[in-house]
């Protein structure tokens, strides 16, 4: 599925050396909160290439769920989460179903994601349109070319997973923008109905 034809702050800022110098740093963090025998691979997507993933209502039950060096790919998490960080991908397409908390978007290229969550934060990101329920004002930050529309989704479960998520259908300020560097030309703009789309 095509998001564009069917239309559908962050506590730690990291470079993206020193996430690669912390390979483990995952693994700890849901070590803390999951059983020593549960396979943390259900909670993760890197180094796709040229793939179409997904996971299914009632797969994640509300945990985090991380996305890495992944490209020319098409992941959909169709169920709630309690975060979501997106790192290092370029040229794909990600549907991320209701988050309780919080989205990261990190040095992302070229996608098109359709997100709906509690804040959302994006960094070194180019290029990519986000189509957005947010119950916060999004943060973009050293970002450039980034368009923003509004989250425009349903299926049979999404209803109950804004529930359980905590989020409401009546709050949603997709449009209210903060770039934390003004300084960079051409950060953002919007999608309005009608307009062309990436």
Not at 21 to 26: A, I, M, P, S
Not at 31 to 52: A, H, I, P, Q, T
Request: charged residues 25%.
């Amino acid at each position: 599925v095509d998001f564009s034809t069917s239309i559908m702050g962050c506590p730690i800022s990291r470079t993206r050396a020193e996430r690669q110098t912390d390979e483990q740093g995952v693994s700890k963090l849901y070590n803390s909160f999951r059983s020593d025998d549960e396979d943390l691979s259900m909670y993760m997507y890197k180094n796709l290439d040229g793939e179409v993933v997904g996971k299914l209502p009632g797969q994640l039950k509300g945990e985090d769920f991380v996305i890495s060096d992944c490209k020319n790919s098409s992941m959909y998490l169709l169920d709630y989460s309690a975060a979501v960080t997106i790192d290092d991908c370029s040229d794909c397409q990600i549907f991320i179903g209701p988050c309780k908390g919080s989205v990261f978007i990190r040095d992302c290229h070229k996608c098109v994601l359709m997100v709906s969550c509690q804040q959302l934060r994006t960094r070194d990101c180019k290029e990519c349109t986000i189509y957005l329920h947010c119950t916060s004002q999004p943060v973009i930050e050293a970002s450039s070319e980034m368009k923003f529309g509004c989250f425009q989704c349903h299926y049979p479960q999404l209803k109950d997973q804004f529930k359980s998520a905590g989020l409401s259908v009546f709050n949603n300020n997709w449009y209210s923008i903060h770039n934390f560097t003004p300084e960079i030309d051409d950060s953002w703009s919007l999608i309005r109905n009608g307009d062309e789309s990436s």
